[in-house]
């Protein structure tokens, strides 16, 4: 399940990484996992967490259902969601009792069960998030936010220019505009995208530590239990004179919201056993995480959710293989990245963490026929 903007694939880009669905995929047959397909689906994107839960079972239920053309997955089948940022908020939200629902200004949960859903959501058979906002995140709380919700103050107006600015003069800029681009609505569709971000950004509402924190509060269901997984991204703290004033800036902006919002939930597991992360990054030196450490979008603290079973050190986007890449033979870029937080995150550290999640999906896998 895919995060912000909720695209599958776009024009000639896909928001996973098809390396990402196919290494999961390999992870999956060589440990006896034979079959079974992996599919990276879409849902909307800036609606809010309710909206998303909603076309998000009807895309499981789609996924289902033969047409004329194709069986496509012929009939019910067993779900094990794997969701990225908001897409893993998502995903966790379906082990709930309840369905979402508006409650007063805000979003909570219905009174009553799945009805017509019951069925799909009780075949849901384990869920795996990846740098996740389960409790929220301080960028919802940052100038960034403000911003785009309309109420920009001098001091962001400030901040967003020098951001312009710095991105105009970033290096391999025609390939992050082409993502950017790919993200996007078609031209026609544009300002109200835009208007709709600004004035009814219902996703950012939802964002916050204080809707979020209440929500992921509720128990999931009894027959969910020991069957969701996290994995938590940390990235390095950017300098002054970080290379990426993108990524310095959006860095900053999330970990001066966290430290402005509530505390932390006390369940909270530490960041810093070396047991968590992946192999190739254990010998990297890190001070000791603290509330407002995040990967450039999420705070750490606030991914962790159900069974912590690992840490990566990288940034937002680094886990869905968006990290830059260049040919060994000739030096060639061949996949820019759109953020460079400083965490070297390269083919060894996205493999391991494929290992990492593909890994406990076989074990559930497994558990579930046995």
């Not at 996740?132 to 001091?155: K, M, N, Q």
């Not at 070297?344 to 046995?370: K, S, W």
Request: charged letters at 25%.
């Amino acid at each position: 399940m895919p995060g912000f903007f909720g695209f599958d694939h776009s024009g000639g880009s896909t928001y996973f990484a098809d390396r990402f669905v196919a290494g999961l995929r390999c992870v999956l047959e060589a440990r006896g996992i034979v079959g079974v397909p992996v599919i990276s689906v879409s849902t909307l994107g800036i609606a809010s967490l309710r909206k998303r839960q909603e076309e998000l079972l009807r895309e499981l239920r789609a996924l289902e259902t033969p047409t004329e053309r194709a069986p496509r997955l012929a009939g019910p089948r067993t779900w094990h969601l794997l969701g990225h940022s908001t897409g893993g908020v998502d995903a966790a939200l379906l082990l709930r009792d309840a369905p979402l629902a508006v409650e007063g200004e805000g979003t909570g949960f219905s009174p009553g069960g799945w009805e017509s859903w019951a069925d799909l959501v009780g075949r849901i058979s384990s869920v795996t998030t990846l740098a996740s906002p389960h409790f929220g995140t301080g960028l919802a709380e940052s100038p960034l936010a403000r911003f785009v919700g309309g109420h920009p103050s001098l001091l962001a107006v400030r901040d967003m220019a020098r951001v312009g600015l710095d991105v105009a003069q970033r290096g391999d800029l025609p390939s992050r505009i082409r993502f950017a681009l790919s993200a996007s609505p078609r031209a026609t569709k544009m300002p109200f995208f835009l208007l709709q971000m600004m004035l009814m950004n219902e996703l950012a509402r939802d964002l916050r530590p204080s809707v979020l924190g209440s929500l992921s509060a509720r128990p999931v269901r009894r027959s969910a239990a020991g069957r969701v997984f996290s994995v938590a991204t940390r990235a390095p703290r950017p300098k002054d004179d970080h290379a990426d004033k993108l990524f310095r800036d959006m860095w900053r902006w999330t970990h001066e919201g966290s430290l402005a919002t509530a505390s932390l939930p006390s369940s909270t597991q530490p960041l810093d056993d070396l047991t968590l992360r992946l192999p190739s990054q254990r010998s990297i030196a890190l001070p000791p995480a603290d509330a407002g450490d995040n990967d450039g979008i999420v705070t750490t603290h606030r991914q962790v959710f159900g069974e912590l079973i690992g840490l990566v050190i990288g940034d937002h986007v680094d886990v869905l293989g968006r990290y830059r890449r260049a040919s060994l033979i000739d030096e060639k870029v061949i996949d820019p990245g759109l953020l460079t937080s400083g965490a070297e995150f390269g083919d060894d550290e996205f493999f391991g963490l494929l290992v990492r999640i593909g890994e406990r999906i076989a074990e559930m896998v497994m558990t579930q026929h046995d």
